[in-house]
């Protein structure tokens, strides 16, 4: 039995993680489950999959969830609140494995709870490894943790990879990775149109269901910029050596090129369970309800090149990425202020790269040292890129 934390279970991935662990109550066990403030949902999850620990965002959700338990004759689930607690249910002795699928930086702290207590992480919060980059990957090395890609362009990424790959792209003979991207909503809408979006119409992703957060990032394509980085520190890829590749159709989810001209992909239907299941089952492989994929039926695969002037925002990453150190920290949290604003319509969509912009162009960055360094920047940024905001607001 694996017994499996989830951090962010309401959450589009949580939903899905619940969904195939639900077809194999054999493998695996839940131990804790975690909500920010849908306390409704998450006792629904509480009741069929009943986990030891259920913690939520506050004192006053972890009173509603409480009566909501009792309610159901489920009060011996012991419920938490706040951060220390998602820590402790990420980092707990009686966990194995601890799919980290809190949207945001707010995932940092127990998804590195997590590596240090040396965990299978499977990871879906690409903010926490975009922030934190080298400090992450050395505390998953220092502590003999397990590091394995939820992002379906990462997942295909590991599974196009040699078995004992080793962070190395030359000693594998690996030429390229090339990251697909499905360009979003707004891939062919007249430039000019863009400035008056909605948030609505920004969330419609033609491929992918998601949380409203990463479907703005893709309607912007930042998605892809934090995914570059993220590719960065899982492969050990310099920037250089990833590509960004826009495939409309979002079935073949990423590639590796090789020094000898071989491409090496996965595909599949746009369905988050496969890598989920990929992940959660590594090496061996277990069914996740996913329809197997029916290539007649598409017919027609299309490859084109990002055009940086439309998303201003992929360009703003791999910005962040050469400068290093905390660039990327502050990229990630004026992105989070502007989507957060852009969703509270306090901003238009083009509004999102131009916050970025400056907040990246006014602030220092330093040395990515230590956490601390890490999450102070990350609120400097959060503060100027408020104040930006409320100017275009007024
Ligand atoms: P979502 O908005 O659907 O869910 C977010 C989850 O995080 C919820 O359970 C919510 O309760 C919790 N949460 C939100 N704010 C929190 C806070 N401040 N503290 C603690 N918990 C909080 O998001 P999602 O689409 O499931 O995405 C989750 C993560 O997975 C993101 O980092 C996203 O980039 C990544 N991801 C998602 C997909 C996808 O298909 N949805 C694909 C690849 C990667
Ligand atoms: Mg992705």
Redesign the pocket.
């Known amino acids: 039995m694996q017994r499996i934390t989830i951090?962010?279970?309401?959450?589009?991935?949580?939903?899905?993680t619940l969904d195939v662990l639900a077809r194999h109550p054999d493998k695996y066990q839940v131990l804790a489950l975690?909500?920010?403030?849908?306390v409704e949902e998450l006792a629904e999850q509480c009741a069929q999959f009943r986990p030891a620990r259920a913690v939520v965002?506050s004192a006053d959700a972890a009173t509603r969830l409480s009566a909501l338990l009792r309610a159901r004759g489920l009060d011996h689930i012991q419920v938490e609140h706040g951060?220390a607690a998602?820590c402790s249910i990420a980092s707990s002795a009686e966990v194995d494995t601890v799919m980290a699928?809190?949207?945001?930086a707010?995932?940092l702290a127990p998804t590195l709870a997590a590596a240090r207590a040396g965990k299978k992480i499977l990871l879906?919060?690409?903010?926490?490894l975009v922030m934190s980059g080298q400090l992450f990957m050395d505390a998953v090395h220092q502590h003999g943790a397990t590091l394995l890609p939820?992002?379906?362009e990462h997942n295909a990424i590991f599974q196009s990879l040699p078995q004992a790959y080793a962070r190395q792209p030359g000693a594998a003979g690996v030429a390229k990775i090339l990251l697909t991207a499905s360009g979003g909503p707004f891939l062919n809408r007249a430039v000019e149109t863009l400035e008056h979006v909605t948030p609505d119409e920004a969330c419609k992703h033609p491929n992918?269901?998601?949380?409203?957060?990463?479907?703005v990032?893709s309607a912007t394509m930042m998605?892809k910029g934090?995914e570059v980085i993220e590719a960065h520190w899982l492969f050990g890829a310099p920037a250089s050596l990833i590509e960004v590749v826009i495939h409309p159709q979002s079935v073949i989810h990423s590639m590796v090129s090789y020094v000898d001209g071989s491409v090496i992909a996965e595909l599949g239907n746009p369905d988050?369970r496969t890598p989920i299941a990929n992940a959660l089952a590594f090496p061996e492989r277990i069914e996740s309800g996913v329809a197997q994929l029916d290539l007649t039926s598409i017919g027609t695969l299309q490859f084109y090149k990002p055009d940086f002037a439309r998303f201003p925002c992929l360009a703003l990453a791999f910005e962040s990425l050469e400068a290093g150190g905390t660039a990327p920290a502050l990229l990630n949290a004026a992105n989070e202020v502007a989507v957060q604003a852009f969703l509270e319509r306090r901003i238009g969509f083009r509004d999102i790269d131009r916050v970025i912009a400056r907040v990246m162009h006014e602030n220092a960055h330093h040395a990515a040292s230590s956490i601390e360094a890490v999450m102070d920047c990350d609120a400097r940024a959060r503060a100027a890129a408020q104040a930006i905001v409320a100017g275009l607001a007024r």
Not at 7 to 16: C, K, N, Q, R
Not at 101 to 104: D, K, P, S
Not at 124 to 128: S, T, V
């Open positions: 951090l962010g279970a309401t959450g589009s991935i949580g939903v899905s975690s909500a920010h403030a849908r965002g951060e998602l699928a809190i949207v945001g707010a995932g879906a919060n690409k903010e926490a939820i992002d379906s992918w269901s998601m949380g409203r957060k990463i479907s990032d998605n934090l988050m």
